[in-house]
């Protein structure tokens, strides 16, 4: 398990998502199916544009790629604050991307807790096992953000979930930061279930925070962990400075 921060500084937002996009592909080539984990928020949206775009869009096999969601605002796909209507409209629905290899978080259901229970039995369904096994990761690739207060996901400083082990997705009743709407999230133990978690960081409104967590402050993001390589690629403007 990795948790050292392997940092990569890239120039700016367009060569991260340039960088983001190449790690993609690498990942994801190889082996007869392949499962990203995307995030929300504005850092992977230029990464999102360029996989609909070519060169990109010819060097992804779609039809193989199973797309999952890290965590999800508690509103409809068609809602402005839907992260998987997001990552649809910005490339999911304009690639060759097999509808049945979508697996948005079921935010039609009743409530948070109940669309979490689903999640983790698709999650199960799709992984074969009740049990997370780190010779055998869940995802090939995890992609999250950095807010401002330090979270990833949906998992908030001071958040019960943040201490999760068992469970693979929580509800998450109250976010600690805009928008305020019930979240649903994995839990660190299934997001570290990877060959590979890539943060996305970028702009200098970021690099107070990202400093603090890459120090080892006692914030979510430093909690991170994956099974296989951790890294952070920032852009020149979020890199601490030393
Ligand atoms: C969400 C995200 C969240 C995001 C960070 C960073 O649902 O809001 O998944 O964890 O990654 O808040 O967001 P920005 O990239 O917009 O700063």
Redesign the pocket.
Known sequence: MSSRPNVIVVADAAALAEAAAQRLVARVTQGDRAAVCL???????RLYRLLAQEPWQSKVPWPRLHWF?????FVPQSDALS?MGAARGLFLDRVPAPRQNLHPIPTELADPDLAARAYESDLKSFYGADRLDPARPLFDLVL?????DG?????FPRAAALDENARWVVGVAK?G?E?YVP?V?LTFPALASSREMLF????A??RNILTRVLAGEELPAARARCDGELIWLVDRAAAPEN
């Not at 995030?39 to 949206?45: I, L, R």
């Not at 999250?144 to 401002?148: C, E, K």
């Not at 996305?200 to 702009?203: A, P």
Request: charged share 20%; net charge negative.
């Open positions: 995030t929300g928020g504005s850092s992977p949206q969601m890290g965590d999800d605002r992260n999250m953000g950095l807010g401002n979270h990833t996901a949906s998992l976010a930061m928008p979240r999230t996305l960081v970028e702009g409104e970021k």
